[in-house]
């Protein structure tokens, strides 16, 4: 049987999503080792230590399904919001809450507005599903939130924005997103996506939390991936109107986050040291970044995440390619229409010096 024939129009027109290379992987490829991994933006600091306590105690009890409804990460997580915990939504990360969306709301014939150099989960969601990509152009490698309002149409169904922008970094003004957003017609939902929003200057970090109270089109997606440590126990969330999330929790699967992660994001949540370590510390490498790539000439994107953007002035795919045998792991972005461009996570100050070590070597 031709499987990819008997596919669904959307879905046979996809290509899997290319995730960073493991360090496994390449070491084996390559026959090296103590390699080190900047391509995923995790947090290099490891586990909160609350968090390896709560996960050591939940393991006698791994034999039994997880809490179906999360019910006590959800009313914590309601706690530090003032949110109705009925309005949260769980995830196999945050990426699966954002699929959810499309999956009950987008369909044949609608139309999915996102930014150029947005998110690439977006444009795969929107083709599953059989939706039209409406596409703006960039802003100075952020959103056009104007042009974006202008885009839409009749078919609208769903907006999503990222902000902090990845893989560009870029972060939207609070009062020009929070003007965005009264200007949206109402019966169209738009999706925040806010992966890496601890990592932002509180200054520039909007209170999207309390947006929710006003706006019932809006749905607020976070993650425990990033800045809280946790990418491979896979937990996401989503903040909205209890009615949306009702309406959400008729398609999630059950018991779609394991007990790891649902004990391991309570106590991370109580652990506000790991948080404060992993802020300050991506703040102040990201420093080192931006002066290292301005003695050497290279242009980057100022960037609010855990990540920078830097652009080689020529084809990225060799440097990329050279830096592997480098045993330094990147992530090149020309997927996103962005060539010259890699995208490097921000580790520890040692990891750092092997880039910029490998780096020197690689440009010559």
């Known amino acids: 049987m031709d499987y990819l024939a008997q596919a669904n129009a959307g879905v046979a ?23 080190v991994k900047l391509a995923s933006n995790e947090n290099p600091l490891g586990l909160s230590p609350k968090a390896q306590a ?6 006698k009890d791994l034999t039994r399904y997880p809490d179906a409804n999360g019910y006590y990460l959800k009313h ?17 990360g945050s990426n699966e809450v954002i699929d959810l969306l499309f999956h009950t709301f987008v369909g044949q014939g609608d139309e999915v507005i996102y930014a150029q150099y947005s998110f690439i989960v977006y444009a795969l969601a929107t083709q599953a599903h059989g939706a039209k990509a409406v596409v703006v152009p960039a802003r100075d490698w952020g959103h056009d939130l104007d042009a974006m309002l202008a885009a839409i149409t009749d078919k609208t169904k769903l907006i999503c924005i990222a902000n902090p922008n990845n893989p560009t970094g870029t972060v939207l003004p609070p009062a020009e997103l929070e ?14 996506d806010e ?3 601890e990592y932002m200057d509180p200054a520039l970090r909007a209170p999207s939390a309390d ?32 009615e949306l999330a009702s309406v959400l929790n008729r398609v999630r699967e059950p018991f779609n986050c394991n007990s790891l992660a649902l004990v391991a994001a309570q106590a991370t949540l109580d652990d506000a040291d790991y948080l404060a370590e992993a802020v300050r510390l991506n703040r102040s490498e990201m420093g080192r970044y931006e002066a290292y790539f301005s003695a050497r000439g290279l242009g980057y994107i100022p960037s609010s995440g855990n990540f920078i953007t830097v652009d080689l002035a020529r084809p990225a795919g060799p440097v990329y390619e050279a830096l592997l045998r480098e045993g330094v792991i990147v992530r090149p972005i ?22 910029f070590a490998a780096l020197d070597k690689v440009l010559g």
């Open 13 to 35: 027109g996809l290509h899997p999503y290319q995730a960073g290379k493991p360090i496994e992987e390449l070491e084996r490829e390559l026959g090296i080792s103590n390699c």
């Open 54 to 59: 709560a996960i050591s105690a939940a393991l």
């Open 76 to 92: 914590k997580l309601g706690d530090c919001f003032d949110l109705d915990p009925a309005g949260i939504t769980l995830g196999n």
């Open 179 to 192: 003007a965005f957003l009264a200007k949206v017609p109402s019966e169209i939902l738009v999706v925040l």
């Open 195 to 197: 992966a890496y929003n």
């Open 211 to 242: 947006w929710v109270k006003r706006f019932p089109n809006l749905v607020v997606t976070r993650t425990f991936s990033k800045a809280y440590g946790l990418a491979g126990l896979r937990l996401g969330y989503a903040l909205s109107t209890p």
């Open 334 to 355: 020309a997927g996103y229409g962005m060539p010259n461009h890699l995208r490097v996570s921000i580790g520890t100050m040692a990891e750092n010096d092997r880039f």
